[in-house]
């Protein structure tokens, strides 16, 4: 019986040890550790600026949602109300961009990326 019980006491220990990490990993001091390492990894590939409003997940599901995202490269400002992500699908990463605005500007810099949200679209 004693190694039934030490494999027990090993299986409890992992599982505790994995709820302990999940609480953790939803704490508001994670999620913002999180949203900054996404933003700096993203600002690498895109070769611009991103700035994420909101970031909230659910890791038992697969998925996270990013809210007030706006990209900036030079020429370039893209926005999402939200954009949802869906990292278990059938068809493999899945995305879901809400109410996205492009501005193409050939001169358009970071100056003016602030006074580009005014609602206007052409």
């Known amino acids: 019986m004693k ?8 299986v409890v220990w992992i599982l505790a040890g994995l709820l302990v990490l999940f609480l ?5 001091p994670v999620r913002s550790l999180l949203k900054g390492i996404l933003s700096r990894t993203v600002e690498k590939q895109i ?3 991103i700035e994420i409003g909101r970031l909230s997940y659910r890791l038992w599901r697969g998925d996270a949602k990013l809210e007030d995202v706006e990209f900036k490269i030079p020429g370039l400002l893209v926005q999402a109300k939200r954009i ?13 961009i809400d109410y996205p605005e492009v501005i193409l500007s050939p001169k358009l810099d970071s100056s003016e990326i602030k006074d580009a949200g005014d609602g206007q679209s052409f």
């Open 47 to 49: 070769d611009g600026q």
């Open 24 to 28: 953790i990993l939803h704490t508001p």
């Open 84 to 96: 949802e992500v869906a990292l278990l699908s059938k068809q493999g990463i899945s995305l879901k």
């Open 3 to 10: 190694p039934l019980r030490k494999i027990l006491r090993k």
